[in-house]
């Protein structure tokens, strides 16, 4: 690592000090953190991340580097073409804040250290920060913009990071299929519908290995033309309400009757195509151990999560119904219409990083999918 000093300056005054590493440049950003205690090459790489500066508070990070190729700095790819192990094929965060970066990593898929990795994709990061006291900073007065200063680089103005529309810059531009592998004989694959917000690699390759297709689609897709038997909308970053075009597609599809099933930021997009409104979380939701509780059975499911906005309940319209709650703060984590199949949860199913105790969720849906085609 170099040794260059650093120093992560918040919108209302808070200053943190401590040492760059990554790419040593100055960058904007809306400063967050996650309470996971690993995964962080998923949650980098988590386009709901787009454009934030992301904080650890777990204290070790970078002990298992990046698991990328040693040669040439860049992912590995599946079978279907998806990143093996990370959630899109760049690191989306503006920059990273941890206690201590670990600079010798020991694992058997580590290409390079998290800082070479991350000098290699442009983003900063500083360690030697108290984020103990930082993370109690943000949950005191919430999460708001702030900007990472290295010694020597360039300075820039704290409202440089805001990205006008977060979601269009992680979308495809255009559609995109994967073929699932063949069913038994006599069998048709479904054809999923994925409305991609921003989806993370492992939505995809979940949907892929259950024997469904997959139709990726830009956010803004009308979805005139594509033949689907279910829709997926996807997870993605910033306000729900900036996705009007999503918004609009999503209640014209309620019409039709096939199932619907949405992640995070598709629990927001279906809330407010079926009328109900969404509200700005004061520090958000972020990490691995986030307890959710099913309305009818009362069970309890340890979630992973990665969102800022939330649903309000008391707004969901006649023939709606909160399906799951948050056990901390009781904020709705789920959605379901009474009458149709039409559901999605705050939470991600797939869990990468993990748990992925609601994966049978997943299930579920492609259950609905398989029972309504001819």
């Known amino acids: 690592m170099n040794a260059r000093t650093a120093k992560l300056v918040l919108e209302d005054g808070g ?6 590493f990554g790419k040593a440049r100055s960058q904007a950003g809306e400063v967050v953190f996650t309470t996971g205690m690993a995964g962080y090459p998923q949650s980098l790489t988590d386009p709901s991340f787009r454009g934030q500066i992301l904080v650890s508070t777990y204290p070790l990070v970078g002990n298992y580097g990046a698991p990328v190729d040693p040669k040439t700095g860049e992912p590995f790819f599946d079978e279907f073409g998806i990143p093996a192990h990370f959630e899109s094929d760049t690191v989306q965060v503006a920059g990273f804040v941890v206690s201590e970066a670990c600079d010798r990593p020991s694992h058997f898929a580590s290409g390079a250290t998290l800082s070479a ?3 290699k994709r442009d983003v900063p990061g500083i360690f030697g920060v108290d984020t103990r006291a930082l993370t109690c900073r943000l949950r005191e007065r919430g999460v708001m913009p702030g900007k990472i200063l ?3 680089a360039s300075d820039v103005s704290i409202d440089s990071g805001v990205i006008p529309h977060p979601v269009a810059d992680v979308s495809p531009t255009s559609i995109k299929t994967y073929a699932a592998p063949s069913p038994a004989p006599g069998s048709r694959k479904p054809n999923i519908a994925l ?22 689609l830009p956010w803004n897709h009308d979805l005139t033309g594509i033949d689907y038997d279910g829709i997926f ?6 306000d729900p309400k900036a996705c009007g075009k999503t918004i609009a597609a999503i209640r014209r599809a309620f019409d039709k009757g ?9 629990n927001q997009i279906m809330a407010l195509a079926a009328g109900a409104d969404t509200y700005k979380l004061p520090y958000g939701h972020r990490g691995q151990n986030q307890p959710c509780i099913e309305a009818g059975t009362n069970r309890c499911y340890i979630t992973s999560q990665n969102h800022g906005y939330a649903v309000r309940g008391d707004t969901l319209p006649d023939g709606w119904e909160p399906w799951f709650l948050n056990a901390n703060d009781n904020t ?7 009458n149709a199949p039409f559901s999605a949860v705050q939470f991600h199913p797939e869990g990468c990083p993990g748990p992925r105790d609601t994966e049978f969720l997943i299930d579920r849906f492609l259950e609905q999918v398989r029972s309504g085609m001819p």
């Open 15 to 20: 200053e943190f000090s401590g040492w760059s």
């Open 117 to 119: 990795w991350l000098e």
């Open 150 to 152: 290295v010694e020597g």
């Open 195 to 216: 409305i991609d917000c921003g989806a993370k690699a492992n939505i995809l390759r979940c949907i892929l290995t259950r024997g469904a297709n997959v139709i990726r």
């Open 233 to 238: 909308l996807s997870n993605g970053p910033g």
């Open 258 to 266: 096939k199932p619907i099933f949405g992640i995070c930021l598709g």
């Open 332 to 338: 709705v984590e789920g959605i379901r219409a009474i």
